[in-house]
């Protein structure tokens, strides 16, 4: 088949990229640390392409730093960085907001929302039993589709890529902290409650509550 392979490239690309990104997202690759194209291509047992291309993708994405000569290495963002993704995504979420309160869901919205309600539902029982891991995965599906109300790829793609930023500062430092569960935000379902029943109000109220439950974490560190 003409271009198979190309696609071939490509999805293994992107297979790679994602499952850095998990490394990352889990901590099992820390922030700060370095490696060449050789090191993922001989861990992946891939050729150096497809792994060159997915850390550019990364790169891009702002969550590897080129370093000269020496390869790649998982970005080291700053609790002021933080405080800055905080913002930009507060901003990116009310804007979602104010669109559904003025123009309403896309068609068809009724099945997303679904399976929105489902994933915060299963987020939210990850952080009560401080399941960081199992969190991250349902957080960021769960901010994804709810964003993906408005129908704009653009809009969804950016708040996914502050996310997992946000994501990546955090979890080292989740994984040393003492009272965890306490250190999670767990209002999901509530934000899905509220968006259902278009009460923009309260959905104002439980998103200032969660960016000042960020907040207030970050300044303990």
């Known amino acids: ?11 293994l690309r992107q297979q790679i990229a994602d499952a850095l990104r998990d490394e990352v997202l889990a901590g099992r690759l820390p922030p700060g640390t370095e490696f060449t194209v050789k090191q993922i291509a001989e861990q992946y047992e891939v050729s150096a392409t497809p792994v060159r291309e997915a850390l550019v993708d990364l790169s891009a994405q702002g969550l590897l730093e080129l370093v000269q000569h020496r390869g790649f290495r998982v970005r080291v963002f700053s609790v002021d960085d933080f405080r800055g993704m905080v913002e930009a995504r507060s901003l990116v979420v009310d804007g979602i907001f104010r669109r559904l309160a003025e123009r309403g869901t896309a068609p068809g919205s009724g099945e997303l929302l679904v399976s929105v309600r489902r994933r915060g539902e299963e987020a939210r029982r990850a952080a009560q039993s401080g399941s960081l891991e199992v969190l991250i995965g349902y957080d960021l599906r769960f901010w994804r589709e709810l964003s993906g109300l408005v129908a704009n790829t653009y809009i969804s793609e950016f708040l996914h890529r502050i996310r997992v930023q946000c994501w990546v500062f955090a979890v080292p430092h989740l994984q040393r902290e003492p009272q965890l569960r306490s250190a999670l935000w767990d209002g999901h379902s509530e934000l ?3 968006v ?12 200032r509550g ?5 907040l207030a974490w970050a300044a303990r560190l």
């Open 192 to 194: 899905v409650d509220a």
């Open 210 to 214: 969660y960016n000042e439950h960020a």
């Open 196 to 207: 259902t029943l278009a009460d923009a109000d309260a959905v104002r109220g439980i998103v």
């Open 1 to 11: 088949m003409p271009g198979s392979g190309a696609v071939t490239r490509n999805t």
